[in-house]
């Protein structure tokens, strides 16, 4: 299958403002672009690429004062299969994990495990199995959190998620990722496209979308707690510790979004 995806940023800033922007299709999807992703610009402004420490491609730019469009479009193909799903798989313990894995162990700025330990063992630790483990966590995570796009703010941790029990998709992400650290399960925060690919169309406006990984037996998995059912067309845009590190924008400098638009639409085929 193939599936158009894209974006339209209008950012307004009162000074010459530097950008960095998390925007372009993630690496581990370049042999599926079908139509490149470029990252363009209204006015045009010279565009410096680099890749981040987490191996995410992002844009430098230095806004002009005024009103700037940030804008793209591309196709990917996708193989239309839902989130593989593997019950049974164990856990791998600490002392054999990956140097590079070890990171998403840790606490970070929106994952306060030293918080979260005591209720996680009290609650997890009995569940056997390292597959098991994670989707009992999915499934409280999902239970207990209510979406609510208009409550959502920036500033909530997985423990304000938890206290408060509302959410918008990011905060079920830090919630199930803290909970799963906590239990020596490596888990990661993933941004990226997520349409109503396979399932009945909701009538909220399109965002971007978070979900996680967790690292299981050698290999990683894709678990998403606000949905809680493997989904179809998931297009990774990047990976980080938590949303800090992967945010689509990071201006140095004042600036006022005006207009936030994203589009993830499968293609029909003939």
């Known amino acids: 299958m193939q599936i158009r995806v894209g974006y339209e940023l209008i950012y307004h800033c009162v000074q010459p403002t530097p950008m960095i922007l998390t925007l372009n299709i993630h690496s581990s999807r370049s042999g599926d672009i079908i139509t490149p992703d470029r990252l363009a610009t209204d006015p045009a402004v010279p565009l410096q690429a680099y890749r981040d420490a987490f191996g995410n491609w992002c844009t430098r730019l230095v806004a002009p004062p005024g009103p700037i469009r940030i804008y793209a479009d591309a196709l990917v193909k996708d193989t ?45 630790g009995h569940v056997e199995g390292g597959w098991e483990k994670v989707q009992a966590v999915v499934d409280f995570v999902h239970n207990h959190l209510r979406f609510s796009y208009p409550e959502a703010r920036p500033t909530r941790t997985a423990l304000d998620a ?73 297009i990774l845009i990047a ?20 207009q936030f638009k994203v589009w993830t639409d499968e293609v029909p085929t003939d």
């Open 80 to 124: 239309g299969l839902p989130d593989i799903v593997a019950p049974g798989t164990p856990q791998t313990p600490v002392e054999q994990l990956p140097d590079d894995a070890l990171m998403f162990l840790l606490g970070s700025r929106y994952c306060e495990t030293d918080r979260l330990a005591g209720f996680a063992w009290a609650r997890f």
């Open 162 to 234: 938890f206290t408060e029990g509302k959410a918008v998709c990011r905060d079920f992400a830090h919630l199930a990722i803290t909970l799963c650290r906590c239990l020596n399960i490596p888990a990661r925060y993933c941004t990226g496209y997520l349409g109503d690919i396979g399932v009945p169309p909701v009538p909220d406006p399109m965002d971007f979308s978070a979900w996680f990984e967790v690292y299981l037996d050698g290999k990683w998995y894709t678990f998403d707690a606000r949905h809680n059912t493997p989904r179809i067309g998931r």
């Open 239 to 258: 990976r980080g510790r938590d949303a800090s590190d992967v945010a689509i924008s990071s201006s140095f400098g004042p600036t006022e979004l005006l």
